[in-house]
C-alpha cells in the first residue's frame, strides 16, 4: 500500500495543529501549538494559558511489562483490537484508565450498536460476538428490524462484562485502573509508554502499540499530526450526558391525553430559555425497565480537564432540569428517579489524527470501495450541533446525508496509519478522517470493525517481521472474513 494513497497534503490552517515528531518526550514540550484558537473552544490541548515550566529530572524507570502489541484505551475500538490480537496469535496487553471496559458504551452509557445497512447486517465479527454473548445473558432488550440502521440497545452493566468476557477468552491480559502517559520512543518507532502507578512511574514495552483512547493522546504525544473541529470554525461535534431513568410508568405515559402538547411546551420552554436546551427527537427506549434518553447536549472543548469539569456538572444540572420540569406535568412520572448519570460526558468527536488515508465525505456517501478494506461503514452523516443547540443532522434524516439502503463504504486500514511511526497505529474514533465522515465512522460498530481490522493487521506484521502498512492486504482480508468479519467488493488490482 502507498503512503501516498488518498492521502492528503497536510496544510496547516487555523484549525490544523501540529507537533514536532518526538518532542512530547523531552522536558519543557509545550504540546501541540494552535496557529489561533478556535472562538468558543480552548485549544485543543486544554491549554489554559499558563506558561511556566518545570524540567522533570532523567529517571530510571522499572519496566512493569513487556508484550507484543499494547492497546491504550479499552473502548469499543481498543477492546476489539486487543481481541483481534490475541486471537491472531500476539502477546496483547489491554490498559484502561478507568476501572472497567467499554468507553463510551459503557462509562457514557452510549448503549445503542447499529450493525446493517437497512438491508442486511454488514459488521459483524467481534461486534457480532459481543451480540451473541450480550443476548445469552439477557442483556440485549430489544433488537430492530433490519430497515432500521439500529439494529440493538444494550443493558451498559452487562456489556461491562461482555467485554471482560470476551477478551479474557482470547487470552487478552487487562489492566484497568491504568492511564498511557507519555510515549518512549527511539529512532522513528514507539517502544512503549510510561503509566503511572500508585508505586510509581513504569515503563511498559512493546513492539506494536495501538492508541485507541478516542481522543489520540498517544499519538498527539508521540508527535503525529492530528485535525480538531470543523473547517468552518474549528468547533467540534457537541457531547452529551446521557443517563439512566427508572420508575416510568410507560403505559400511563403513552396513553396521556396531553402528551404531545406537554412536550411542544417543554420545547417552547427550553426556546425561551426556561429550560436548558435538549435533542427533541430524544426517545425513551427501554432496556430491563429503564430508559436511556440520548437528549441532554454540551458544547465546548473536550480536551480540556477543567472545562470538562464545569461542561460535565452543567449537564448533570441539565438532567435534573429537564425531568423536575417534566414530573409537574406528564403523568407516568409520579414515581420516576434518575438512577444514574454517565460517569462522565458522552464525547463525540476529538482529536483526528492524520493517516496514511484520510476518510472523506464523499467517499461516505460514495459508497467507496478500498484495496486495504477492513470493515465496512453504513452510518449518516451525523453531526450533533457543536454549539449545543441539541440539533442533529439525524433529527431531519435529509437523504443528502444519508447512504441508500443496501449500500456501505469501506473502512480502509490506511486510516489508522501513518506515515511517521510505523509501529503505532490508532483505531476507534480518532483515525484519520474529515469532521463529517468522522461523524459517520465515529459510531462504535464501526470503530470495533475498524479495531479488529488493525489488531489482526497487528499480529500479522509481527508473524511476519513486517510494519504494518507492508502486510499483505489479501492474507489480512482473508483472515478478517475466517474471524468472522463480513468483507465485499473489495477492488482488486
Ligand atoms: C452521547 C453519544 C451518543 C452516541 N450515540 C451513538 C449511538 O447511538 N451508536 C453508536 O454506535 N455510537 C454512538 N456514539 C459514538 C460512539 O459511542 C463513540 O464514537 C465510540 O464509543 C468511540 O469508540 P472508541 O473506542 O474510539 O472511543 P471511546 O469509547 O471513547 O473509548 C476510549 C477508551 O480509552 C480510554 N482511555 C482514554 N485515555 C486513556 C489513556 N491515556 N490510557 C488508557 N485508557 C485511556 C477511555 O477511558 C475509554 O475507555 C455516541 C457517542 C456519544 C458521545
Redesign the pocket.
Known amino acids: 500500500m502507498s503512503s501516498s494513497d488518498n492521502q492528503r497534503p497536510i496544510r496547516p490552517t487555523r484549525r490544523r495543529f501540529l507537533m514536532t515528531s518526538g518532542a512530547a518526550l523531552l522536558a519543557g514540550s509545550t504540546g501541540p501549538r494552535a496557529e489561533s484558537q478556535p472562538p468558543e473552544q480552548a485549544a485543543p490541548d486544554g491549554n489554559l494559558g499558563k506558561t511556566a515550566h518545570v524540567v522533570v529530572p532523567e529517571s530510571r524507570v522499572e519496566v512493569m511489562a513487556q508484550t507484543d502489541v499494547l492497546v491504550?484505551?479499552?473502548?469499543?475500538?481498543?477492546?476489539?483490537a486487543a481481541w483481534a490480537a490475541a486471537r491472531n496469535g500476539a502477546k496483547t496487553l489491554l490498559?484502561?484508565?478507568?476501572p472497567f471496559?467499554?468507553?463510551?458504551?459503557?462509562?457514557?452509557?452510549?448503549?445503542?450498536?447499529?450493525l446493517s445497512d437497512r438491508e442486511k447486517i454488514v459488521i459483524r465479527g467481534f461486534a457480532e460476538e459481543a451480540v451473541q454473548r450480550a443476548q445469552r445473558r439477557g442483556w440485549i432488550d430489544h433488537r430492530w428490524p433490519l430497515d432500521r440502521h439500529?439494529t440493538c440497545q444494550f443493558d451498559p452493566e452487562g456489556m461491562k462484562l461482555v467485554f471482560h468476557d470476551m477478551l479474557d477468552a482470547t487470552g487478552v491480559q487487562t489492566i484497568c485502573h491504568?492511564?498511557?502517559?507519555e510515549p518512549i520512543l527511539a529512532s522513528g518507532r514507539i517502544q512503549g509508554?510510561l503509566?503511572d502507578t500508585k508505586r510509581g512511574r513504569r515503563a511498559i514495552l512493546a513492539r506494536i502499540v495501538v492508541d485507541?483512547?478516542?481522543?489520540g493522546?498517544?499519538a498527539a504525544k508521540a508527535g503525529l499530526a492530528f485535525d480538531y473541529g470543523r473547517e468552518a470554525d474549528g468547533l467540534v461535534q457537541g457531547?452529551?450526558?446521557?443517563y439512566r431513568v427508572c420508575g416510568i410508568d410507560e403505559s400511563k405515559v403513552q396513553s396521556a391525553p396531553d402528551r404531545e402538547r406537554i412536550f411542544a411546551e417543554m420545547r417552547d420552554a427550553a426556546k425561551r430559555g426556561e429550560l436548558p436546551p435538549f435533542q427533541p427527537a430524544f426517545g425513551i427506549g427501554h432496556v430491563r425497565n429503564r430508559s436511556i434518553p440520548?437528549m441532554c447536549p454540551v458544547a465546548g472543548n473536550p480536551l480540556g480537564e477543567e472545562e470538562l469539569t464545569r461542561l460535565t456538572i452543567q449537564g448533570r444540572r441539565q438532567v435534573f432540569a429537564y425531568w423536575d420540569w417534566l414530573r409537574q406535568r406528564l403523568p407516568g412520572l409520579e414515581k420516576m428517579a434518575i438512577e444514574q448519570t454517565?460517569m462522565g460526558?458522552?464525547?463525540?468527536?476529538s482529536r483526528r489524527v492524520r493517516g496514511r488515508k484520510m476518510l472523506t465525505r464523499e467517499l461516505v456517501l460514495g459508497a467507496a470501495k478500498q484495496p486495504d478494506a477492513v470493515g465496512h461503514g453504513f452510518?449518516m452523516i451525523d453531526i450533533?450541533d457543536p454549539k449545543g443547540s441539541g440539533y442533529t443532522t439525524w433529527n431531519d434524516r435529509g437523504t443528502h446525508n444519508m447512504l441508500p439502503a443496501g449500500a456501505s463504504y469501506h473502512i480502509p486500514l490506511g486510516m489508522c496509519l501513518n506515515a511517521q511511526i510505523p509501529n503505532l497505529a490508532v483505531?476507534?474514533?480518532?483515525?484519520s478522517s474529515t469532521h463529517e465522515a468522522h461523524s459517520s465512522v465515529?459510531?462504535?460498530?464501526?470503530?470495533?470493525a475498524m479495531?479488529q481490522g488493525v489488531g489482526t493487521a497487528a499480529a500479522m506484521a509481527l508473524a511476519s517481521g513486517a510494519d504494518m502498512h507492508q502486510v499483505d492486504l489479501k492474507a489480512l482480508q482473508a483472515r478478517l472474513k475466517a474471524d468472522g468479519a463480513y468483507l465485499e467488493d473489495i477492488p482488486q488490482g
Do not use: K, P
Not at 485507541?212 to 481522543?215: M, N, R, V, Y
Open positions: 491504550c484505551g479499552g473502548g469499543a475500538a481498543g477492546i476489539a490498559i484502561e484508565r478507568w471496559l467499554g468507553g463510551m458504551a459503557t462509562a457514557a452509557l452510549v448503549n445503542i450498536w447499529h439500529e491504568l492511564a498511557a502517559g509508554v503509566v485507541a483512547t478516542g481522543d493522546d498517544l457531547m452529551t450526558m446521557m440520548n454517565g460526558l458522552g464525547i463525540r468527536e452510518w450533533h483505531a476507534g474514533r480518532c483515525a465515529r459510531v462504535q460498530s464501526h470503530c470495533m479495531g
